[in-house]
């Protein structure tokens, strides 16, 4: 299956910062990424849909003006979580489209955000 | 006390046995639904597929059965070894205007003895 990175795999922020997670798709072009956050020993919950070249598309519930995304190439997504709070600590992850076209996502590895 | 949705539902099995694990999925008009395993601290990795116009499907060691009857799904994992140990989620793909979404069940650990 497709390969999809991210960066960093783990980060410890002081709250009010802004800490930056890339993702991004290895070896094919992604024109669509997807973010989730997972909470301990609970499922996956979409955050985003994001779309290169244009603006990403978020699940209810979800604030764009908090975390910014931007997909500014076939291979690259970022989320961005302005001025962190320790309730944003979670477990954030990105997904890209099977690049055959199909529904199924490929997942990165995964950042583990802690803000203290 | 605690928060429900801090216990994920649990299958243990020893070494060698077949697993079952179920999905029950919400939306009649999903199409495709996906298996996924993740292992603590990772991110979910894909085990396999099927399409809505399917009722079974066959991996290597993993068989996936789809009732849309009643909105049902399963994965099937012949002789479990100890290195299946993980959480499963199943993943029903909805369609909307103009993109599909994944959406995810609430998952089930599998530990598996040696």
């Known amino acids: 299956g497709a390969v999809v990175s991210q960066h960093p795999s783990r980060v410890i922020c002081k709250s009010g910062t802004s800490v930056k997670i890339e993702c991004r798709s290895l070896?094919?072009?992604?024109?669509?990424m997807f973010w989730y956050r997972q909470f301990p020993k609970q499922s996956l919950m979409l955050m985003a849909t994001s779309n290169e070249g244009s603006k990403a598309t978020y699940e209810q519930g979800v604030e764009k003006d908090k975390f910014l995304i931007n997909h500014a190439s076939l291979t690259l997504s970022t989320l961005t979580v302005t001025s962190a709070h320790p309730e944003d600590s979670s477990f954030y992850i990105c997904?890209?489209?099977?690049?055959?076209?199909?529904?199924?996502?490929?997942f990165g590895p995964g950042t583990r955000l802690l803000v203290l | 006390g605690e928060s429900v949705g801090l216990h994920l539902p649990t299958l243990s099995v020893q070494e060698g046995d077949n697993s079952i694990i179920n999905c029950a999925y919400s939306?009649?008009?999903?199409?495709?639904f996906i298996w996924y395993k993740q292992e603590s601290g990772k991110g979910p990795q894909f085990i396999i597929d099927i399409r809505s116009n399917m009722d079974k499907r066959q991996g290597q060691r993993v068989t996936v059965l789809l009732n849309k009857t009643v909105k049902h799904l399963s994965l099937q994992i012949a002789a479990t070894q100890p290195g299946d140990s993980a959480v499963y989620f199943c993943a029903e793909n909805i369609a909307n205007s103009g993109y599909s979404t994944l959406t995810f069940g609430k998952g089930t650990m599998l530990l598996v003895s040696p």
């Open positions: 997904s890209a489209r099977d690049p055959t076209g199909q529904e199924t996502q490929y």
């Open positions: 939306n009649s008009a999903s199409d495709y």
């Open positions: 070896d094919f072009q992604a024109t669509t």
